[in-house]
Nanobody, 124 residues
Framework: QVQLVESGGGLVQAGGSLRLSCAAS????????MSWFRQAPGKEREFVAAISWGGSNTNYADSVKGRFTISRDNAKNTVDLQMNSLKAEDTAVYYC?????????????????WGQGTQVTVSS
């Protein structure tokens, strides 16, 4: 199994940047495809970005494409989300998630493990 811990959330002004990090305890981190999701108050958890096992393939929700970048370092057991040009509508709790079976899934049911979440608040 794998434990995930997110960090890097905080309060930023619209147009600013923030970098989130997810640290995994797995001994076989490269066996897991990884994603970032977010959930705003009163809304369902939504897909943000995904990265394949070795990091060669990525995809993004249309709402963040061109602004966010997902990356991973399998030697360090970490997955990052670089967020640029932040908007008020990006405000949410951000979660990292791991899947041992597939990559790029956009439904929460496709993931085996979840972090505790980190709050991102964008003010305008």
């Amino acid at each position: 199994q794998v434990q995930l811990v997110e960090s890097g959330g905080g309060l930023v002004q619209a147009g600013g940047s923030l970098r989130l990090s997810c640290a995994a305890s797995a001994r076989t981190f490269s066996n897991y495809a990884m994603s970032w999701f977010r959930q705003a108050p009163g809304k369902e958890r939504e897909f943000v970005a995904a990265i394949s096992w070795g990091g060669s393939n990525t995809n993004y929700a249309d709402s963040v494409k061109g602004r966010f970048t997902i990356s991973r370092d399998n030697a360090k057991n970490t997955v990052d989300l670089q967020m640029n040009s932040l908007k008020a509508e990006d405000t949410a709790v951000y979660y990292c998630a791991a899947s041992a079976s597939s990559w790029g899934g956009r439904a929460v049911r496709q993931y085996n493990y979840w972090g505790q979440g980190t709050q991102v608040t964008v003010s305008s």
